[in-house]
């Protein structure tokens, strides 16, 4: 019984985890994007 | 000259401080804090899930009140941390409704329940689901941006509803735990509160990184606009 309260308790973190990670990751791509791109105008200048 | 969020050393030692509180924290839910005999482990989703709430309710003032600046001034920093804010507090709002089903599911047997708290903390996410549409479909420019920020500060007055929604409601509508925080033993109340502060600190760092993106975002969209 104590296992399957623990395994709610995981459940809810991990998703937390999750969600805050995926949301820094994807901000952290579109920024690497627009620096490759902002670099890549720079060059042709 | 275009940066990385993360070239600033305080950028970078914030992430680090945060990470750290976050690991502090769950140390103490999980040694330090006692269990519930009811509820057990389950209980213990209330350390995530009540901060996740707070700083949805930080996010949609932040909201508000950058909304009336922007109609008051037209400065599109404004707008960028209206929209920035918008988009953090639709997210905790987010994790707020999906960590309270999987701590009802064991508890009540059921994981939703259309009581007063529930239904209006729903109807707040649904209110930014629209919020969202209109920037995403509403035609680019200043009439978007301004109905995006009277949007903002009519859909603050839902925050204080589901804040008194636990008491302004008949009690044989009520399903929701309401606590008295101050009544809580040492231990919880001390985990509970530094939770709150890392969540905190969380969302104005995330805050702070979204609008760095968006000023990345303007100052591209110029560069491409002279070329």
């Known amino acids: ?3 399957k309260y623990f395994a709610y308790f995981l459940s809810a973190f991990l998703v937390i985890f999750a969600v805050l990670f995926g949301w820094i990751y994807s901000i952290y791509r579109r920024e690497k994007e627009l620096l490759d791109e902002y670099r890549r105008l720079s060059s042709e200048d | 000259m275009m940066e990385s969020f ?6 970078r030692i914030m992430a680090i401080a945060i990470s750290v509180l976050w690991l502090v924290v769950l ?11 009811d509820q057990q482990m389950a209980q213990k989703i209330f350390y995530y899930h009540v901060p996740s709430a707070w700083t949805a309710g930080i996010a ?5 009140v950058s909304g009336g600046f922007y109609l008051f001034t037209q400065n599109e920093k404004w707008d960028h941390l209206g929209l920035a804010s918008a988009e953090l507090g639709t997210l905790f709002c987010a994790l707020v409704l999906i960590t309270g089903p999987i701590w009802a599911k064991p508890i009540w047997g059921e994981p939703w329940s259309w009581e007063p708290r529930l239904t209006t903390v729903l109807i707040m996410f649904l209110i930014y689901i629209g919020y969202f549409l209109l920037r995403q479909f ?7 941006r301004r109905v995006s920020a009277v949007i903002g500060i009519a859909a603050f007055v839902n925050v204080p509803i589901i804040y008194v929604s636990v008491k302004f409601w008949s009690a044989e509508a009520q399903l929701h735990p309401q606590p008295g925080m101050s009544q809580q033993p040492a231990d919880v109340y001390w ?4 939770s709150l502060i890392t969540f905190t600190l969380l969302f104005v760092h995330l805050l702070r990184n979204r609008l760095h993106l968006l000023k990345l975002q303007s100052q591209m969209s110029r ?5």
């Open chain 1, 1 to 3: 019984m104590t296992y």
């Open chain 2, 6 to 11: 993360y070239s600033k050393a305080g950028n």
């Open chain 2, 27 to 37: 140390y103490l839910v999980l040694a330090v804090t006692r269990i519930d005999p």
């Open chain 2, 60 to 64: 949609f003032l932040a909201v508000a």
């Open chain 2, 138 to 144: 509403g035609e680019i420019g200043e009439r978007t």
């Open chain 2, 191 to 194: 985990t509970f509160i530094l």
């Open chain 2, 223 to 227: 560069m491409r606009d002279d070329i």
